[in-house]
């Protein structure tokens, strides 16, 4: 297999300034490695035309594809497209079927078309255009030295579409088979990165053929396998070879073994058991809903969410008892098995899951500190209830970590692993 | 005003794979922006000894300071120890007082140490140590050609404690006053960004002198001025003169004059003004209780959420009228209202907000087609509700648009603008 090189390059002055993140070098770093590609390296500049044009000739000089997304925008501060003409040294014409295309997606709008937006059909001489179905701003492709050159937009869910539809596709073209990449998952939950490591390290000193990594995200440990091979099912059955070794030396502590997210792998598997959840939510505030209702189509499942941050709501809405608060207090094991019961009955959910708990930064005590998480679990008409003392790693740590216990206890609850 | 260069350094395979996205980067691009450095750029490579080095030549010879992160832990793979000497053109020494720090680090999480991780106490002969005290990996810094380096850790929460209680008190000496950058934020619900570019286009040909970015995210249009001068008053000053002129072009779009995001605007104005809120979602299914509880304390102002994707959980928890959802459908106004009236009352806020659309991909219909979202708003006894054709750019923007529409019509409502 030959290993072909890419290059990223994120454009923006918004990126520069920290503005927001780059979300969108990750993903095409991800997916041009599944492609068999090596990415050197990712590059973020702002939008003055210099240094976008000197980043473009660097990263062409060394590696065989060259991917910049961003400063395709209508704007005057949108420069990507003189950038990359003056380091091929072509001039920028006018594409007049390109701006039918735009013309026509803001017909498909409804919207009058800006004259600012004229700009957008500007391409290099020598540049092939890449329609953009979701936006404004086509990219292109073109040659610059012995390298591939692809613009495409800066808007995430654009890029999302054209990655896909224009890119990948030309891949194959331009470089034939450049070999692909496996990759598998494994979700674990308990030990930290350290530890994970630590009883994995004799194994992986053995199998130097195997690229293993671990990510740690809101406590949950992923442990991405990945395995090249020229076609895709040798590379396949690589990877899983090395999963199956992996398996049995982390097995206490998989809660998923498959693709995450772990909310969306819940969703499935609850709707594969005919089961309607509800959800009862104190410190998590919504996550857990907002979590599951960002896979589509969950609202089979999902019969009610309950956001009940005040003791009077988990009465009320919940129908806890108060004298269990009183007794017991809003955070603890008790009031998480009646809130999980109270939003089960309420909804007629067969399953319900309810977290309670101290997220911070205050509302701690030496009794209960921050991290003090209460999690209940009712189903068939039986609760289980458990307390957990997160590391307090920050509210929003915190909260992520309560809510991978929820779909962590779930999936071994519906036999996952 | 002198204004400072820097570059910005990511350091690991796990980021050009793709595995996880680069958040340290903007971070430190932010948090540098805000002193008065001028961020040229950022660049992320995997840790192969080679390409550091080079990243790092290729930062230190453009830019006054370069910062690094990532390549620091203990496994043969982290190499940014020795890519930093090899740049600077010195040896590693073994550093006993850095040793010793990382020993007794061991010692309070009561760990026994591994020998792995005597490599962290390795050191760029030239180079100061930077103490860690929330990770085993100290930093460091030294002169690499005319540019000050520092390497810090790559663990989100290791490197956010050392940029404050490290690196930010060191910039000072080093640089003296590098001048401040004022930041001011402007929030636009209405017009496309080409729109508001073409708005704002003839005014900023004459404002050369004010930097102004536009960005978008779920139809939401930040507006962001920066200004810079010698101190931080006199910088605040020259970016609030700038917002004076560019406030009445975009009055009519203005939901937030001031930093967003929009639910901690909209939280502060609910508390300030003594009120209690209520949220009843459909479509976006808990992202709105979500994006209140992120701030801390949302408790005394969120009285309950009701996530109520079913119809019968809409009538159940919230009140609503089976009739009404019979003869208008779940995605009307009447029920946007009648949701927000019943979460209200159901919880005794006195102010609710309600959410009932189609967030797609499938659910839409010749009459209501995907993107369609009624929207309710109770307050003292009386309600509003109205509905938005979302353009259908994906379920994740229909539902942040959604939540952008709430919060932007309640900041409206208690008299943000």
Redesign the interface.
């Known amino acids: 297999v030959t290993t072909r090189s890419a290059w990223i390059l994120a454009i923006g002055?918004?990126?520069?300034?920290?503005?927001?993140?780059?979300?969108n070098?990750?993903?095409?770093?991800?997916?041009?490695?599944e492609r068999g590609f090596a990415?050197?390296?990712?590059?973020?500049?702002?939008d003055a035309l210099d240094?976008v044009a000197a980043?473009i000739r660097?990263a062409a000089a060394q590696t065989d594809l060259v991917v910049a997304t961003g400063g395709l925008?209508?704007?005057?501060d949108d420069r990507t497209r003189h950038a990359a003409a003056r380091a091929a040294g072509v001039e920028l014409r006018f594409d007049e079927e390109g701006w039918t295309g735009i013309r026509s997606y803001f017909a498909r709008?409804g919207?009058p078309i800006?004259?600012?937006?004229r700009r957008q059909a500007l391409l290099p001489e020598s540049a092939e255009r890449l329609p953009n179905a979701?936006g404004?701003a086509p990219g292109f492709a073109l040659p610059i030295g012995a390298a591939r050159f692809v613009a495409l937009p800066g808007?995430p869910?654009e890029l999302a579409a054209m990655l896909d539809a224009e890119l990948l596709p030309r891949l194959d073209r331009w470089f034939g088979g450049a070999g692909a990449l496996a990759l598998r998952e494994l979700h674990l939950l308990g030990p930290s990165e350290a530890t994970a490591g630590?009883r994995l390290a004799p194994w992986l000193a053995e199998r130097t053929d195997a690229t293993i990594?671990i990510?740690a995200?809101g406590g949950l440990l992923t442990l991405?396998v990945?395995a090249r091979a020229a076609e895709a099912a040798a590379a396949g059955a690589a990877a899983d070879a090395i999963v199956a070794e992996l398996r049995p030396r982390v097995a206490e502590w998989i809660v998923l073994d498959g693709d995450g997210p772990l909310a969306a792998a819940a969703l499935a598997r609850l709707r594969a058991s005919g089961l309607r959840l509800a959800?009862a939510?104190s410190c998590?505030?919504?996550?857990?809903?907002?979590q599951?209702?960002?896979v589509?189509?969950?609202?089979d499942v999902?019969?009610?969410?309950?956001?009940?941050?005040?003791n009077?709501?988990k009465s009320?809405?919940l129908g806890v008892d108060a004298r269990l608060l009183d007794k017991h207090g809003a955070v603890s094991v008790e009031v998480a098995a009646a809130m999980a019961e109270g939003g089960a009955r309420?909804?007629?959910a067969d399953v319900a899951l309810a977290v309670t708990g101290i997220?911070?930064?205050?509302g701690g005590s030496a009794h209960k500190p921050v991290g003090t998480v209460c999690f209940g679990m009712w189903r068939s008409s039986r609760s289980d209830a458990w307390q957990l003392r997160i590391a307090d790693?920050?509210?929003?740590f915190i909260?992520r970590r309560a809510c991978h216990e929820c779909w962590g206890a779930l999936l071994r609850a519906l036999g996952s692993t």
């Open positions: 002055d918004e990126l520069v300034l920290g503005r927001c993140a780059d979300t070098s990750s993903l095409l770093a991800r997916r041009l490695s990415v050197r390296g990712i590059t973020v500049v702002g240094d980043a660097a925008g209508p704007t005057e709008l919207r800006p004259d600012s937006n979701s404004s808007v869910r630590e990594g990510t995200s991405r990945a959800l939510e998590t505030g919504g996550m857990l809903a907002q599951l209702t960002d589509a189509g969950s609202s999902l019969l009610a969410g309950y956001v009940c941050y005040a009077d709501a009320r809405d309420r909804s007629g997220a911070g930064p205050s790693l920050g509210r929003d909260r």
